[in-house]
């Protein structure tokens, strides 16, 4: 009780800061409304802590108060990144960015007012006209030349929440050096006055129309077989944005691949903030997609694609060998995707022993044996675009990228976007589509084509939620136990190789041998690796109060129709494995 005592006490003290010149009077009588308030659960969640400008920027909450997303935190970390610009590019006589949003409540103040300090800041800054999808942003600060870029943006987030995504010159999210960097920058503003809210209009200039078609252009150049939509234009394409950005260009993108079928789900094309048909906007789960499926059933549809709230994730549906309509998972996604790309690439000729994919050490194996198979080669990468973007920036110049996906339903197919592009990734799945039923295939007997030759695997994704202080402690001391002690087998097969990202050591268990691995930062991430070619990753989440199992299961398939009883098999084999690991 003293404890609570205390905080309430700190927190209030904090809180009669924003009741002081410098906050706009309805931020004052939201904060006044939480002080006079009996329960003091909402002042204390509100206030406890700042909203911390980590690696990925800015996400939680909106509402006022140092720990939710409102002008204030928003204003400090762009005062905090204007002030690092000015640095880091004291010799260019004009530091340029990129500023966009999504669709989310407030998207398009805060979007406003990042650039208004950018501006005040003696920075030019390219504003888009409206929302636009996440991977607009990142190819737009390539094109204009920006030295940085911001979109405001929670992903898939619940409608009570925003972000704040910081972006590099290269169009990447930022990585080290520059997100340290920019971290202590923003945490040198510690008060209000230090932001310059007043723009200067001249500083901004408003972007629209002419980049979406340079966009759409650049993804039209991807296409490698526009014969085969030519034969399949008709093709039967169900599309949601899901309430998004990509109702901006996805169907635009399809179109100009040639499809002439694109089917909308009229409801979810409406653009809202409030997300008003689904419980989470979010494409992996199967209650996003129900709608779309309902109109795939009620005309037939081909294929079923669907895009989140910023259009950088890809949801994917298919007919499953009874024809029913099954979401796939973002490995297979990203399995058909770089399969197609390299067959295709191969087929015309195009490979020269130069060519690499990127997949991040959390996505399926299956695609390392595609590759050999291809005689690409494979890079893995830590989880999250940047460190794909990362491997693309050092590649530059040397070796060519065909493409480069994640489990977490993330895919991009060109190096002049760095971040993940649903844009570009449905228009290629459509072409893929297309290109399977040019073969006399459907999606799902080319999907167990991959896994013919390439070899059979299963995944599974569990997050177990532990929230609090305690919960963060919780999770702390299992990453301790699966380091301290280690399993000796899963399903009865040994761990063979086990990988410690947090001090880079792989480990081969059975001679005790330990060699470095080469990443550019440490992780806390750990893997093991059975004789009989499971894998288990396990990683603390980065943005949510959870840890992530990642399971992964393999096996031969002889033939086509061994297909369903191995899923059946791999799906036990993994719930074995669940057992095994506590979870």
């Known amino acids: 009780m003293e404890n609570q005592q205390q905080l309430i006490k700190e927190v209030t003290e904090r809180a009669k800061i924003w009741l002081t010149d410098g906050y706009d009077a309805e931020t004052q009588a939201e904060v006044r409304r939480m002080l ?121 987030n619940p409608k009570e929440y925003n972000g704040y995504k910081a972006y590099w010159s290269d169009g990447a999210q930022i990585i080290a050096p520059h997100d340290v960097n920019i971290i202590d920058h923003v945490n040198r503003i510690k008060h209000v006055g230090e932001i310059k809210f007043k723009g200067d209009k001249s500083n901004i200039e408003i972007i629209g129309e002419e980049m979406d078609n ?35 260009l996805v169907p635009a993108s399809l179109r100009n691949y040639g ?87 191969r087929e015309l000729g195009r490979l020269k022993g130069n060519e690499y994919v990127v997949k991040t050490i959390v996505t399926t194996e299956t695609i390392k044996a595609i590759a050999d198979n291809q005689n690409v080669k494979m890079y893995d990468s830590y989880t999250g675009f940047k460190w794909i973007a990362a491997v693309i920036r050092d590649l530059e110049g040397t070796e060519r990228y065909l493409g480069g996906g994640e489990e977490s339903y993330g895919f991009l197919a060109e190096d002049f976007c760095r971040d993940k592009d649903s844009v570009s990734a449905i228009s290629l799945m459509a072409e893929i589509c297309a290109w399977a039923k040019d073969r006399g295939m459907d999606f799902n007997q080319m999907l167990q084509e991959i896994y013919l030759k390439n070899g059979y695997s299963h995944e599974q994704g569990v997050s177990v939620v532990r929230t609090g202080k305690s919960g963060a402690e919780e999770i702390q001391a299992m990453m301790k136990k699966f380091r301290e002690n280690p399993h000796k087998s899963l399903d009865g097969s040994p761990v063979v190789t086990i990988k410690d990202y947090a ?71 993994i719930e074995r494995i669940k057992k095994e690991l506590g979870i």
Not at 40 to 61: P, Q
Not at 224 to 229: G, M
Not at 267 to 283: H, K, L, R, Y
Not at 539 to 560: L, Q, W
């Open 503 to 573: 001090d880079l050591n792989c480990t081969d268990v059975p001679t005790g041998k330990v060699t470095k691995m080469d990443f550019p930062a440490t992780s806390n991430v750990l893997q093991y690796f059975t004789a009989d070619g499971s894998k288990v990753s396990i990683r603390p989440s980065g943005t949510e109060p959870k840890i992530k199992f990642y399971i992964e299961v393999h096996d031969k398939m002889n033939d086509a129709s061994e297909y369903e009883a191995l899923n059946t098999k791999a799906a036990a084999k």
């Open 36 to 156: 006079d308030a009996d329960d003091k659960t909402e002042l204390i969640e509100s206030f406890y802590k700042d909203l911390e400008f980590g690696t990925g920027g800015l996400r939680g909450i909106m509402g006022a108060g140092t720990n939710r997303m409102n002008i204030y935190t928003v204003g400090a970390a762009t005062q905090g990144l204007a002030n690092y610009l000015k640095e880091a590019f004291k010799d260019l006589p004009q530091i340029s960015v990129a500023v966009g949003h999504d669709v989310r409540h407030n998207s398009r103040k805060f979007a406003e007012i990042v650039a208004d300090i950018f501006s005040a800041n003696g920075i030019k800054v390219y504003l888009f006209d409206s929302f636009r999808p996440t991977p607009e942003l990142s190819f737009a600060i390539r094109q204009l030349g920006c030295q940085s870029g911001v979109n405001i943006t929670a992903s898939h």
């Open 214 to 248: 340079k966009f759409l252009a650049a993804i039209k150049t991807l296409s490698l077989d526009p014969d085969v939509i030519k034969r399949h234009a008709d093709l039967k394409i169900v599309y949601t944005p899901i309430h998004g950005t990509g109702v901006k």
């Open 259 to 345: 499809f002439t079928n694109i089917i909308h789900v009229p409801e979810q094309d409406i653009p809202s903030g409030d997300f008003p048909t689904v419980a989470s906007p979010n494409p992996e789960n199967p209650e996003a997609m129900a709608m779309a499926i309902a109109k795939a059933k009620e005309v037939g549809a081909d294929l079923v694609v669907a895009s989140d709230p910023d259009a950088d994730r890809i949801g994917c549906v298919i007919r499953d060998n009874n024809g029913e309509y099954q979401l796939i998972n973002g490995n297979q996604i990203v399995m058909i995707l770089l399969n197609y790309i390299m067959l295709r690439n």
